[in-house]
């Protein structure tokens, strides 16, 4: 069934209008981050309020890289883009990765926020990143595609990388690892559970993950300041996406992304003033509706409402 | 490979996703010229989105009350189609391509060069012209762009006539400093200043670089009460100009002139400093007492009285810039006798007219020509905004060295 | 000279900070909320203090009782009709979103009833510099400084002192055993959401006559208000007062000493380093038993 997907979704760009190849565009990327986010967010329950820093450092490190070292080469460095920025957040993760993931819940997540400020104001502020006065990204071009198209397809190969990445450390041993931290760290530690390593290897990963998107994000608008890419709505959506599909879940982040972006993008998109209520009201009713996401309505309704705290 | 895809978007035209996308193929039957675009109404630049978003309203209700527009025979009305991007990047492009998608084939712009540039790539793309009154910064008239037109000068010459002006105050100006808002268009701005009045020969004491949002400006103006220049230019946002100004005020931090590009012209800057307000010097485009004709309108003067019978909201010249980019286009329009969009876009190029907002005529980049579309200066007397200089759209005498805080009445 | 007239202007700026992080603070400590829509709670105190003044001539620090009422009152309402219905449903990270969807909600309403224009407020005593020596001070922002110090002290009083501040500390401390004693642990969180609230609309009106302000500026006082308790520590108004004045004093020194344009750079990262090193703040939590 996953394959028949894929062909449809693959199929996409050849037959519809462009605008819904760029809301396609945006369910993929919304979609891969979330993915990203919830290696460490939904599994282990660790909630960072900053993966916005890596979408940031991503683009910006790949954008300096690409337009001071590979003049010339746009899809080369493009390519080498993806590697720089992913490598360059999975460094800054390891960095901070020890001592900040000794933080538990909200504690965790606020020097998340933090941090990302941090690099926020770092970028805008410290002339070398050019952050304020923005980077002009090369335009790429490969196999006669439209830039939506292009772009709707690298993010549906990113896509489905991510969500393979994902398949296989949840459903491996280190999944089951991170469950037992999620569920009670102290216990998992007792019990042998390497909870360190885990944690800073999911962490590592999942910044590395949104780095490298963040490359592609930042290649799809062609010119980037820092508030296009390190935005606080980036963080909170990764959890809004994750909470409202369903939370540590593989297909919570695709149906959260496609519901926001389809409402945010295509139901309101033409009003001019009150979309931003409307948005906040179905944010408010979706919490209260579905506590457990909407993969735990389909759920709930298959296994007889079971109620689990 | 291109033709297949757009037969296969054809062929999709009848599948359920695809219907919005012919409503707006059908509303051609009623000869309506359309305009699309985003103004940004609630993010951070939606006090500058709501006036320019009223003057594209005005205008449209102005010529739509006149019967239309006549365009190489036929009479057309305007239709205004604009959505909110709430000054997010991907949403401005995605929701730009929906426009194009709709059929739309004339755009008017949004603010801040990193929404101004991702949905410009994708009009110029579409070769479908955008005429903006939002975007300034130099980067977004280095790009090659053959179908974007902005009314202001790009950043750094919108301060060339200022710093002339400067030059010709007694007693001479002997230095400055500079406060600029790390962004974009500020940051490019400063860089104008600078480059303006060195060729001025006016030295720099300081220059002060702010982050996007300020709670606080005491620690810059004690640096400032130490070494105080005789000139202080703010290219800040209105906001932090406010700011500015109030602890300037609070803490007796005075200088002989003080210009801030952005905030005096605001009624309700000039109404929170009251008599305090009076001598602080700014950058105007227009003023409703300017000598200038326009084809539609009339007057400026005619303009700004239309606009006060249907709009409580003060004027500001984002309002009569935004009016102006209609009047352009159907200027454009009417030169090429058509509206098809390449046309239209070679006759914007080649344009030189006069409207009530300033004489129109682009540089080849596309920016405003600094010289005919270039800022005046004004200065804030007995609590209005005036325009002192230069001497033919001159309403005021101006004030140097400006009084005292304290003293000023 | 200039270092104290630094230090000066940063406890200065460092109480508005305090009032306007408190009620963030106390929400956190006694129910573990975190309220994605205090700042816009903070914009609609200074909104409605605009409004009295603008339409009355009521000087904003005469009109904070009445602003207080008005946002304690929805700060009850709020709480009962949605912020308990989220956590009892579902958890308190997903009240915390339900607290997000409010403030785009409140946000945009505030674009909608006044317009999205800068606002600002000029008492009848501002523009006359206090010059003490070579220290100048800006009276508006003493007046802030000292009605931030007197709602302060009130309300450490209130939950010290009064009834209800003892049940409230109790509610937070043991929720099961307040339960047992009789205490109605729901009525006492919305009691709790409203004082919270209601500091909030304080802390606008008060810096409703520092500062102009614009609608999109309640996401920078809620970002604040986590800086203030992460250093302060939870749950206090003395905690927050800490955590206020320290980071009044850090932005000023930061201006001063390294650039106009690190202050926030600054901010957080001191915000991440006292995470790392202390994470219960300077003053660790009012609530301890909670956590």
Not at chain 1, 184 to 192: C, F, N, P, S, Y
Not at chain 2, 249 to 273: H, K
Request: charged share 10%.
């Amino acid at each position: 069934m996953s394959i028949v997907l894929l062909i449809v979704a693959a199929a996409v760009p050849f037959m519809v209008m462009p605008f819904y190849v760029r809301v396609g565009q945006l369910i993929l990327l919304s979609a891969a981050l979330g993915l990203a986010w919830t290696l460490l967010g939904g599994f282990a329950g660790y909630w960072s309020f900053g993966h916005a820093a890596f979408i940031g450092l991503g683009a910006f490190s790949a954008g300096l890289f690409e337009t001071e070292l590979m003049k010339g080469q746009p899809l080369l460095g493009f390519g080498l883009g993806l590697i720089v920025g992913g490598v360059v957040c999975a460094l800054a993760a390891a960095v901070v990765a020890w001592p900040i993931l000794r933080l538990r819940g909200i504690y965790f997540a606020v020097a998340m926020l933090g941090v990302s400020q941090v690099l926020a104001e770092l970028t805008n502020n410290v002339d070398v990143f050019k952050g304020s006065m923005g980077l002009v990204l090369p335009r790429i071009a490969a196999f006669g595609l439209r830039p939506e198209a292009l772009f709707y397809d690298v993010l549906l190969i990113a896509t489905v990388v991510v969500g393979c990445i994902a398949f296989a450390i949840k459903n491996g041993r280190i999944g089951a690892g991170l469950m037992a931290i999620r569920e009670d760290e102290d216990t998992a530690r007792m019990l042998g559970v390497p909870t360190e390593r885990y944690k800073i290897m999911m962490f590592i990963l999942s910044a590395a993950l949104t780095g490298a998107l963040g490359v592609i994000y930042a290649h799809s608008l062609g010119y980037i300041t820092t508030s296009s890419v390190y935005r606080t709505e980036f963080s909170l959506n990764m959890i809004v996406y994750n909470l409202l599909g369903g939370m540590g879940t593989l297909v919570g982040p695709f149906l959260g992304s496609a519901v926001m972006v389809i409402l945010t993008q295509v139901v309101l998109g033409r009003l001019l003033s009150i979309h931003m209520f409307i948005t906040g009201a179905l944010l408010v009713l979706l919490v209260l509706a579905a506590p457990k996401g909407i993969i735990g309505l389909f759920k709930g309704g298959l296994f007889g409402g079971r109620a689990k705290g | 490979m291109t033709i297949s895809r757009r037969t296969m978007v054809k062929m999709a035209g009848g599948v359920a996703l695809a219907a919005p996308a012919i409503r707006g193929a059908s509303a051609q039957a009623t000869k309506t010229i359309t305009f699309g675009g985003s103004v940004p109404l609630s993010g951070g630049g939606a006090e500058t989105g709501l006036n320019v978003n009223n003057g594209y309203a005005t205008a449209v209700k102005f010529i739509n009350e006149m019967g239309g527009v006549e365009i190489a025979g036929t009479k057309y009305k305007l239709e205004l189609k604009l959505f909110d991007d709430a000054s997010d990047p991907s949403r401005a492009v995605t929701l730009i391509q929906r426009q194009i998608d709709d059929g739309v084939d004339f755009y008017l712009g949004s603010f801040g060069s990193n929404i101004v540039l991702p949905t410009a790539a994708i009009t110029e793309r579409a070769e479908k012209p955008m005429v903006q009154a939002g975007g300034g910064s130099d980067q977004i008239f280095v790009q090659g762009y053959k179908y974007m037109f902005g009314f202001f000068p790009r950043a750094t010459r919108q301060f060339l006539s200022t710093a002339a002006f400067i030059k010709t105050l007694a007693p001479p100006v002997q230095n400055y400093s500079v406060i600029y808002t790390n962004d974009a268009f500020s940051k490019t701005a400063a860089t104008g200043v600078m480059n303006a009045m060195k060729a001025q020969g006016i030295p720099m004491l300081d220059s002060y670089a702010f982050p996007e949002t300020i709670t606080d400006a005491s620690s810059v103006l004690a640096a400032i009460r130490a070494k105080t220049p005789e000139a202080l230019i703010c290219m800040t946002h209105d906001q932090d100009n406010l700011l500015l100004a109030k602890q300037m005020i609070a803490t007796g931090t005075n200088v002989n002139l003080l210009f801030q590009g952005l905030g005096p012209q605001l009624g309700s800057f000039r109404d929170t400093l009251g008599k305090a307000a009076n001598g602080i010097y700014f950058q105007t485009y227009w003023d409703e007492r300017a000598p200038l004709k326009d084809r539609f309108f009339g007057t400026s003067a005619a303009f700004a009285a239309y606009y006060k019978k249907n709009y409580t909201r003060p004027l500001a010249y984002h309002v009569s810039a935004g009016a102006a980019c209609i009047v352009t286009y159907l200027e454009a329009m009417m030169a090429a006798k058509s509206i098809d969009p390449a046309k239209v876009r070679d006759a914007l190029a080649n344009i030189d007219i006069e409207t009530q907002y300033s004489r129109i005529k682009f540089t080849e980049q596309g920016d405003g020509d600094p010289v005919v579309m270039g800022p005046w200066v004004g200065q804030v007397v007995g609590g209005a905004p005036e325009v002192v200089s230069p001497a033919n759209a001159k309403t005021a005498a101006y004030t140097y060295p400006t009084p005292p805080w304290a003293q000023r009445t | 000279m200039l270092a104290i007239q630094t230090i000066a202007d940063g406890l200065v700026l460092g109480g508005l900070y305090a009032l306007s992080a408190v009620g963030f603070s106390l929400i956190f400590g006694v129910m573990g909320v975190v309220n994605l829509s205090h700042g816009a709670l903070v914009m609609i105190g200074a909104y409605l203090a605009w409004f009295v003044w603008h339409s009355l001539g009521v000087d904003p620090l005469l009109a904070i009782p009445v602003v207080m009422g008005v946002l304690a009152v929805f700060g009850y309402v709020y709480q009962r009709v949605l912020i308990q219905l989220a956590v009892d449903r579902s958890s308190h990270v997903a009240s915390m979103l339900v607290t997000f969807g409010v403030a785009l909600m409140l946000r945009n309403t505030l674009v909608l009833v006044f317009s999205p224009d800068l606002r600002s407020i000029t008492p009848s005593y501002s523009g006359h510099p206090l010059v003490l020596g070579s220290i100048v001070l800006d009276p508006v922002r003493l007046a802030a400084l000292a009605a931030s110090l007197v709602l302060l002290g009130a309300l450490a009083m209130i939950l010290q002192r009064s009834k209800m501040g003892r049940v409230i500390r109790a509610t937070a401390q043991q929720e099961l055993a307040a339960r047992l004693c009789g205490v109605n642990a729901h009525h006492i969180y919305g009691l709790t959401f409203a004082v919270s609230a209601a500091f909030a609309g304080a802390a606008g009106a008060i810096l409703g006559i520092v500062l102009p302000f614009s609608p999109p500026d309640e996401g920078l006082w809620t970002l604040n208000a986590f800086v203030v308790v992460v250093l302060g520590g939870v749950g206090s108004p003395a905690g927050a007062l800490v955590g206020g004045l320290v980071l009044g004093v850090m932005s000023t020194g930061t201006s001063q000493l390294i650039g106009a344009a690190f202050p926030n750079a600054m901010m957080f990262a001191v915000l991440v380093l006292m995470l790392l090193v202390r994470p219960s703040g300077l003053l660790g939590n009012a609530f301890a038993g909670s956590r």
